[in-house]
T-cell receptor, first 113, second 110 residues
């Protein structure tokens, strides 16, 4: 079964507002990554957080990781219409020899101008 | 600067037909992946490879076969297509820290 589960499934906000998406996963991980997918396109890597990190920033993106709760959140600050896309979390298991990159079902974000 | 290239971009198959999807990467990555994306299901891993000559099963491997004869290419085969294999297929290459995706192949099986 899929590793990650994003919440909410869909989110609609006004331009300028912050958007928060959550991801829960099931097993111990090596790292957790967030990806973005524009409609009809492939996924693009946004940010990675390692299992020994608790928070990471990149531009308007802030990612947190709570390994005790097996959850992560992605915050997009001061959202823009161009942020409209689907966002996915993906995990790499910490098991020996594990190379699988497993995705959740995604959050569809709509930013209204 | 091609990155990850998938061919074809669109295909319609009849039930029972076979086809091969090609993925090519020019970044010298060891890892390559094949995913399918269905509405409401996110991306599900079909098969993956950790290097030339190696393949491994993912979450939904049934009905698919793969080969990695050259490091830069990862082929996904459907021996006898079924309507349940109608989907958008994505190839990716990379490493544990980041994956790079192709633009997808939209496959319809009628």
């Amino acid at each position: 079964s899929q590793q990650g589960e994003e919440d909410p499934q869909a989110l609609s906000i006004q331009e300028g507002e912050n958007a928060t998406m959550n991801c829960s996963y099931k097993t111990s991980i090596n790292n957790l990554q967030w990806y973005r997918q524009n409609s009809g396109r492939g996924l693009v890597h946004l940010i990675l957080i390692r299992s020994n990190e608790r928070e990471k920033h990149s531009g308007r993106l802030r990612v947190t990781l709570d390994t005790s709760k097996k959850s992560s959140s992605l915050l997009i600050t001061a959202s823009r219409a161009a942020d409209t896309a689907s966002y996915f979390c993906a995990t790499v298991d910490s098991g020996a020899g594990s190379y699988q990159l497993t995705f959740g079902k995604g959050t569809k974000l709509s930013v209204i101008p | 600067n091609a990155g990850v290239t998938q061919t074809p971009k669109f295909r319609v198959l009849k039930t029972g037909q076979s086809m091969t999807l090609l993925c090519a990467q020019d970044m010298n990555h060891e890892y390559m992946y094949w995913y399918r994306q269905d509405p409401g299901m996110g991306l599900r891993l079909i098969h993956y490879s950790v290097g030339e000559g190696t393949t491994a099963k993912g979450e939904v491997p049934d009905g698919y076969n793969v080969s990695r004869l050259k490091k830069q290419n990862f082929l996904l085969g459907l021996e006898s297509a079924a309507p349940s294999q109608t989907s958008v297929y994505f190839c990716a290459s990379g490493r544990q820290a980041e994956a790079f995706f192709g633009q997808g192949t939209r496959l319809t099986v009628v």
